[in-house]
């Protein structure tokens, strides 16, 4: 896709829009996708589950060391964990965006593909969310969840004795950061 501006403020909402919405995915679930007043996605079990959290630039990620990418990425990830971690599977996410008028559209972009990456092939659906013009880089994302008729696992259901798992390698973020920190790449 070619990018039509240099910033979002070269573009009007719709002509924004317009720029990234096919390279966001559309859920399995999904039933009216972006483009009308607001979403609708299918919740067979009748419930569902609901996060949301907000990243706000040079508070939770530096866009000198991070690319739209990688934030999209991780705006995503850190909501679908906690979807999966109540024993739902996701089903649609929506995001909210507070943009500088500076914002190239090349990041919003690759924003937009981190989060495709992180949604795609899980058949979750970025299904909407907000445009808004501000000072400080903002991404807010909701994310929904199906039980499948399973009882939500709460933290309370937690008892001595229960095994406590973690995946992956513990001290990478911190390592990660010290080196950034630090000024090398």
Known sequence: MTVPADVVADLNEDELIASFLPLLPRGSRTLVPSGDDAAVVAAPDGRFCVSTDVLVAGHHFRADWSSGADVGWRAAMQ??????????????????????PSTPVAWLHDFCRGLGEACGPLGVGVDGGDLSA????????????????????????????????????????????????????
């Open 79 to 100: 909501n679908l964990s906690d979807i999966a971690g109540m024993g739902a599977e996701p089903t649609a996410m929506v995001v909210a965006l507070v943009l500088p």
């Open 134 to 185: 501000g000072e400080q880089l903002v991404v807010a994302v909701t994310v929904h969840g199906d039980l499948g008729g399973r009882a939500p696992v709460l933290r309370s259901g937690a008892r001595p004795g229960d095994v406590v798992a973690h995946s992956g390698r513990l001290g990478r973020s911190a390592a990660g950061y010290a080196l950034l920190a630090s000024g090398r790449r």
